[in-house]
C-alpha cells in the first residue's frame, strides 16, 4: 500500500506564511484533500483538488501539488488556524484505489 | 445545507459487535461514496471502508474481517458494523459523505476522478471495555 507522509508539527508566528506538505506516491495520480481539525471537533474540509476551498473557508488557505507531493498554504496565519490538518487522497497501488490519510501536522501559531 | 447526524451505543464489550447509523439531514441523499473513519485517543484518521450508490464497498484491509457497511436510501441512512470488538477499537467513529470531481493530471497526462470528504458528522465516541 501506499503512504501520505506529513510532517508532525510546525509553527507560525500570528500574521505570517505556513506550508504544510503531504508526500507520497499516489499524489502523481490522485489530488489530495485537506481536513482542519480543532481539538474535539470533527474534521472539516479545507481544500480539495488542486486549489478549491469549499465556501465559508479563509482565502488564506490555499493549495497547491507538483509531483508527489501535496501543499496547504496559511497566508496571514490567525490565532484560530491553529489546529491539525490532515491530507487524504487514493492509494493509486491498490484496486479499487483506497482511501488513505497523512498522519497530521499539528500547527501551533505563536 | 447538508448534515449528517450519527449514533448508535457508545460503551461495548470485548467480544461485542459496533452497530452505528448515520442519516443525511438537509439535502438530497447525494455523494459518490459514504465512509465510515474512526480516531483513537491522541491519535490520527483512520478510514475503515465506505460503500456506493451501487451498494459497492470497500474496506481498510487491517479491518476487512470484522467490517460491514451498508445503505438505505430509502432511509437516507448509511450504518457501519464491526465485530469481535477489542480495546484498541476504542475510538471517535466518524460518518461522511464524498463527492468526486473529474480532474486533469499533468503528471500521467490523464483525466481522472478524485474523491473529498466534504460532509462529516459530529463523531461518536466508542469505548470498549470489560
Known amino acids: 500500500s501506499s503512504e501520505l507522509t506529513q510532517d508532525p508539527a510546525v509553527s507560525v508566528a500570528l500574521g505570517r506564511t505556513v506550508r504544510i506538505t503531504c508526500q507520497g506516491d499516489?499524489?502523481?495520480?490522485?489530488?489530495a484533500s485537506w481536513y482542519q481539525q480543532k481539538p474535539g471537533q470533527a474534521p472539516v474540509l479545507v481544500l480539495y483538488?488542486?486549489?478549491n476551498r469549499p465556501s465559508g473557508i479563509p482565502d488564506r488557505f490555499s493549495g497547491s501539488s507538483s509531483g508527489n507531493t501535496a501543499s496547504l498554504t496559511i497566508t496571514g496565519a490567525q490565532a484560530e488556524d491553529e489546529a491539525d490538518y490532515y491530507c487524504?487522497?487514493?492509494?493509486?497501488?491498490?484496486?479499487?484505489?483506497?482511501?488513505?490519510f497523512g498522519g497530521g501536522t499539528k500547527v501551533t501559531v505563536l | 445545507q447538508v448534515q449528517l447526524h450519527q449514533w448508535g451505543a457508545g460503551l461495548l464489550e470485548p467480544s461485542e459487535t459496533l452497530s452505528l447509523s448515520c442519516t443525511v439531514y438537509?439535502?438530497?441523499?447525494?455523494?459518490?461514496?459514504w465512509s465510515w473513519i474512526r480516531q483513537a485517543p491522541g491519535k490520527g484518521l483512520e478510514w475503515i471502508g465506505e460503500?456506493?450508490?451501487?451498494?459497492?464497498?470497500n474496506y481498510n484491509p487491517s479491518l476487512k474481517s470484522r467490517v460491514t457497511v451498508s445503505l438505505d436510501t430509502s432511509k437516507k441512512q448509511f450504518s457501519l458494523k464491526v465485530t469481535s470488538l477489542i480495546a484498541a477499537d476504542t475510538a471517535v467513529y466518524y460518518c461522511?459523505?464524498?463527492?468526486?470531481?473529474?480532474?486533469?493530471?499533468?503528471?500521467?497526462?490523464?483525466?481522472?476522478?478524485?474523491?473529498?470528504?466534504?460532509?462529516w458528522g459530529n463523531g461518536t465516541t466508542v469505548t470498549v471495555s470489560s
Open positions: 499516489s499524489l502523481r495520480s490522485y489530488y
Open positions: 438537509g439535502g438530497s441523499f447525494t455523494g459518490y461514496f
Open positions: 487524504n487522497s487514493r492509494d493509486s497501488t491498490t484496486d479499487p484505489p483506497l482511501v488513505v
Open positions: 461522511a459523505t464524498s463527492a468526486r470531481q473529474w480532474a486533469y493530471y499533468q503528471d500521467s497526462g490523464k483525466y481522472d476522478w478524485y474523491y473529498y470528504m466534504d460532509v
Open positions: 460503500i456506493n450508490h451501487s451498494r459497492n464497498t
Open positions: 483538488g488542486t486549489d
